[in-house]
């Protein structure tokens, strides 16, 4: 294994001054660097990885026992060891697969009547005088509903759907502010319901709506796996959709916690999404590595965050209604892949998953890029892009759009000398001293990697698609760097603290055995609120 690393470094170091455009050079690159399932087209050809490296990273792959995982995982084994559970995602989107194991019992039939109660449900709140929904949740019971709805919204003919997910109280006021609370549906997310930001809107929303009128014994419904503490909260069995401890929080917009998007855009159209991501799980688990969208995905991430040492990624849809990707892929990405042990309690080789970040072209071109282009850090950036746009009387747009897309990747990996920099400067006039000053301003570096996703509309079969690829993506560099990717011990010392602060900041305790940092912070607030 480490060999293998120790090559791919070698070799980084051997091809770093290349140009990715030489690579060019070969007629075939594009086809041989690029791999297709269904409509979809990834290509990877405007990176620095040429066929030696990728048999390296292939070794990666065969030395990490990634086949047996995936097999492993699929078949509901306890893959997320830290927490002694199976991760079974891909079971909610399993529409017509065989039976699928978990202790022995087969897991499809509760999950299928599980999508059946909530096809009832939202046939019934579509057809009801329901005008708001209003998804309560926070990361992964906030971020998938919250992307996919604005993903989709040329399929969304149910009532307006709202996302409140800050515990600041901002969010709720102002999402509530000039809702009928006599026809909002209030649907609290939370796998563990006892997240402090959720249930603190809860209540919130709770209050409001018994004040203007509506009825929450009535109007609210709720996610979660704990069936004893929404019943505490006053939420009825049958407007509870209950999921299994081995659906992930940031993998569980397929079951319930996507009910909001089911509400929104149909049961149909929700098959259609889990449609995808099941074309895409049989894809990463049938196609040969080569031709494997996800395994390709993860070994160019590997290649450019653990070789090549790129901090961050950056991830960019050309595509307006995907702008919440980057924020759900961030969660999904880091969250799973940030950490620096691996399962056995060794320290990662090299770094751990890189940070991930993002926003919709073609907006991004006039905010970050300027530094993706010229900056002294080289980011790799991933760009999505469709064929073709929804709004058929404004294809000029889109193909504005599409052209802005390639033009990034272009211009990335071309770059532009100093020669042509200074051609363009005698051009405009300049000359001695003052054009040699000017053109080295206008000099791009380029040689920086992309990739770039194409697919023909972003339709819910397709959106499934994509978000299994990427999930599958996380699973495989998650297996390469030996990481459970499933679980998040990383978010509890915050937690832990905050709860902690809490009496200190209501001037209920002292800032006693607090850092004076954070005792002077505490104390600022409170001397400085009315
Ligand atoms: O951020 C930590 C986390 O546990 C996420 O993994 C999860 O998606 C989120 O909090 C919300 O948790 P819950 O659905 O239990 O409220």
């Not at 022995?104 to 999508?115: E, H």
């Not at 249930?199 to 704990?226: C, I, K, Y």
């Not at 209950?242 to 909001?260: A, C, K, N, Q, T």
Request: net charge negative.
């Amino acid at each position: 294994m480490t060999s293998t690393w120790d090559a791919l470094r070698e070799k980084q170091a051997q091809v770093a001054g290349r140009s990715i455009l030489s690579l060019f050079d070969d007629p075939a690159r594009a086809r041989k660097f690029s791999a297709r399932t269904g409509d979809m087209l990834f290509d990877f050809a405007k990176t620095n990885i040429d066929d030696e490296t990728l048999k390296l990273l292939s070794q990666l792959l065969e030395t990490s026992g990634m086949a047996e995982k995936r097999a492993a995982m699929f078949a509901g084994q306890p893959i997320n060891d830290t927490e002694g559970r199976a991760v079974l995602h891909t079971a909610l989107r399993n529409l017509d697969g065989g039976p699928v194991q978990v202790d022995g019992a087969d897991v499809m039939p509760g999950v299928l009547t599980a999508l059946d109660r909530m096809r009832a449900f939202a046939r019934l709140v579509r057809d009801s005088d329901v005008t708001d929904v209003v998804n309560i949740g926070i990361g992964g019971s906030d971020l998938g509903p919250a992307m996919a709805v604005a993903a989709l919204s040329p399929y969304h003919d149910g009532p307006r759907c709202h996302f409140v997910s800050n515990v600041d109280g901002a969010h709720i006021a102002d999402t509530l502010r000039g809702l009928n609370a006599k026809t909002t549906l209030v649907i609290v997310a939370s796998k563990t319901f006892t997240t402090i930001e959720t249930m603190t809107n809860a209540r919130t929303a709770r209050a409001w709506m018994t004040e203007h009128g509506g009825d929450p014994q009535v109007q609210f419904a709720a996610l979660s796996t704990a069936d004893e503490l929404t019943a505490a909260f006053g939420i009825p069995p049958e407007r509870v959709f209950g999921f299994e401890d081995w659906v992930g929080g940031r993998y569980s917009v397929w079951g319930p916690i996507g009910l909001s998007l089911m509400i929104a855009i149909g049961p149909k159209g929700f098959d259609a999404f889990l449609r995808g991501g099941q074309a895409m799980d049989r894809h990463f688990q049938a196609a040969d590595w080569r031709e494997n969208l996800p395994v390709l995905l993860a070994l160019v991430g590997v290649w450019h965050a653990q070789v090549c040492g790129y901090s961050s990624r950056a991830v960019l849809p050309y595509d307006q209604r995907l702008s919440k990707l980057p924020d759900y892929l961030q969660q999904l990405e880091m969250e799973s892949n940030g950490k620096s042990v691996q399962i056995d309690g060794d320290d990662v080789i090299g770094d751990s998953g890189p940070i991930v970040w993002g926003a919709a072209g073609t907006n991004g071109q006039h905010a970050f890029y300027q530094l993706i282009h010229q900056g002294t850090r080289v980011i790799p950036c991933e760009f999505l892009v469709a064929a073709e746009g929804h709004e058929a009387e404004l294809a000029h747009h889109h193909n504005l759009l599409v052209a802005n897309c390639l033009a990034q990747s272009e211009a990335l990996m071309r770059g532009r000398s100093l020669n042509e920099a200074r051609d363009k400067m005698v051009k405009a006039g300049f000359t001695g001293s003052e054009l040699e000053r000017q053109a080295r301003h206008r000099v791009f570096a380029g040689n920086r990697p992309s990739v770039t996703l194409v697919y023909p509309k972003l339709d819910p079969f397709l959106l499934g698609q994509i978000i299994a690829l990427y999930e599958h993506r996380v699973f495989v560099e998650g297996v390469i760097l030996g990481i459970n990717s499933y679980d998040q011990w990383g978010v509890e010392l915050g937690k832990e603290l905050a709860t902690s602060l809490q009496p200190i900041v209501d001037g209920e305790a002292p800032a006693d055995g607090k850092d004076s940092s954070t005792a002077q912070l505490v104390g600022y607030v409170i001397a400085n609120r009315g």
